[in-house]
């Protein structure tokens, strides 16, 4: 999934300049930037979301901090968007370099900084991600208070969208489960929450993994990539796994 996007720029754009800036949950961008795209390093710009602890701690990364970092990369490509606008109605061409694409990569990671932050900042249920994982903590939360990770959530999403209004390209990246004929919009990690409702997307892409038997007879994967829904009323891609 990642692939398709930082294969995304022509000839063209990556002489004039233009950009994919990688917001890498995944921790995956930076080898495949290596391995693939040796030759775009000044297009391919890979982004570390995750703040790691100072000092002795229990779990390795700082969740409210990461979701802040998060959040100010978002603000800054706003403050890019808007200045290339800028540039582009004065002079009648993008500056160089440019941000052409946006890849959000890992929206379950999204989803479990949000939750982590609300039980850690907003209802002060613990100190930490392990602190706040149980189901002590859990059942405290109560059924109004859900809306405080639903509009952290909510926050990168509003972010993107005005990026596509400004003509950035927007890609987020998740993982789905397969459940009997019906497939869901849901977080490979165990959670209940529909954290993506269809209509915040304008165009879905299924990878889905088949086999083909090769010339020894013997049945090896096959990557197929198969837009499954475009229309107008959303503004997002996104790219997802079918797990069968």
Not at 69 to 90: P, R
Not at 128 to 143: L, M
Not at 203 to 211: D, I, P, Q, R, Y
Not at 218 to 243: E, K
């Given at each position: ?53 100072k000092g002795q701690s229990r779990v390795p990364f700082d969740f409210p901090a ?93 972010n993107m969208q005005e990026l596509c209004r400004m003509g950035v390209n927007v ?73 069968r």
């Amino acid at each position: 999934k990642t692939g398709m996007v930082l294969d995304s720029l022509t000839e063209e754009e990556i002489a004039n300049g233009a950009q994919i800036w990688h917001v890498d949950f995944d921790l995956g961008g930076e080898t495949t930037k290596a391995a693939h795209h040796d030759d775009k390093k000044d297009n391919i710009v890979v982004l570390n979301p995750w703040v790691i602890f100072k000092g002795q701690s229990r779990v390795p990364f700082d969740f409210p901090a990461t979701y802040q970092n998060t959040m100010d990369i978002l603000l800054y490509a706003l403050e890019v968007g808007q200045a290339q606008e800028a540039y582009y109605e004065a002079n009648g061409k993008m500056p160089n370099p440019y941000l052409k694409t946006l890849c959000f990569d890992g929206l379950d990671h999204w989803l479990n900084i949000c939750e982590t932050c609300m039980k850690i900042e907003d209802l002060d249920l613990g100190k930490d991600g392990i602190d706040v994982s149980g189901k002590s903590a859990t059942t405290k939360i109560g059924r109004f208070n859900w809306n405080i990770r639903k509009n952290r959530y909510n926050s990168a999403m509003n972010n993107m969208q005005e990026l596509c209004r400004m003509g950035v390209n927007v890609y987020v990246i998740q993982t789905i489960t397969s459940q009997g004929k019906k497939c869901q919009l849901q977080p490979s990690r165990p959670t209940g929450h529909l954290w993506l409702h269809l209509s915040q997307s304008s165009s879905l892409f299924e990878n889905k993994v088949e086999k083909e038997l090769g010339t020894d007879g013997m049945a090896y994967p096959m990557v197929l990539s198969v837009p499954t829904r475009s229309d107008r009323c959303g503004i997002h891609h996104l790219l997802f796994d079918s797990l069968r």
